[in-house]
């Protein structure tokens, strides 16, 4: 089977043409090709697939194998393969997802996608602004955003401090998340500049999360703490977030994707 190893920020995926190849067992496909010992190494598995109502359809499944509705670096990078690739002949499309359709606008330099922005809907608050939490004895507030998938955001002086792989997976199984959440850690350091961290739900701590950073420059406006256009420094880059609060309501992620490498592999030797 052929794949694409592509990138956003860092957050890394496995991308399949599902226009020319058939893969009957995702869920399984993403535990073995994610394993970075005895796989291809990432954090999950898209597949890229025809839609009926949208130019592509896309599938994405963490590393334990669970199928989340969304991901912005990954719909991101989708982008960049439909076009590239030229499975759409326009800068501007269409992309269904678990969460929805999203309209995605590319920036190409030499017939190739450089930057992507994704119309990436409007947030649901799911969460008292802030919410009290309790988890392993010590106390946190937090604020829940939903941008088609669950969000808990934290904020906190010095994120680098962090145990995450540690304190991560209470934080994602705690009884106030009965679908499990990702949870975002937010160090504010002006009102135009976020950093963040973060531990997602089936694949721990990843070098970026979109939808995750779409959530928090959300959540940060609507408490106050930061203007409603902010630059998200993650491990593995930079996004910029523009939510139109007073107009549709929607919020827009613009980034880079980048196609680290093509091969194949053996279905049957993974």
Known sequence: MKFTKMQGTGNDYVYINCFEESVEAPNELAKKVSDRHFGIGSDGLILICPSETADCRMRMFNADGSESQMCGNGIRCVGKYVYDHRLVEKTEFDVETGAGIKHLKVKPENGRAVKITVDMGVPEITSQVPEAICIEGKDYEFIGISMGNPHAI?????????????????????????????????????????????????????????????????????????????????????????????????????????????????????
């Open 154 to 270: 934290y904020y906190m002086d010095h994120i680098d401090d962090l145990d995450l792989e540690s304190i991560g997976p209470a934080f994602e199984t705690h009884e106030r998340f009965p679908e499990r959440t990702n949870s975002e850690f937010i160090q504010v350091v002006n009102r135009n500049y976020i950093r963040m961290r973060v531990w997602e739900r089936g694949s721990g701590e990843t070098w970026a999360c979109g939808t995750g950073a779409t959530a928090s420059a959300v959540a940060s406006a609507l408490s106050g703490r930061t203007s409603h256009t902010v630059e998200v420094e993650l491990k593995g880059g930079n996004l910029t977030i523009h939510w139109d609060r007073e107009g549709s309501g929607h919020v827009f992620m613009t980034g880079p994707a980048a196609e680290v490498f093509e091969g194949e592999f053996d279905i049957n030797n993974l």
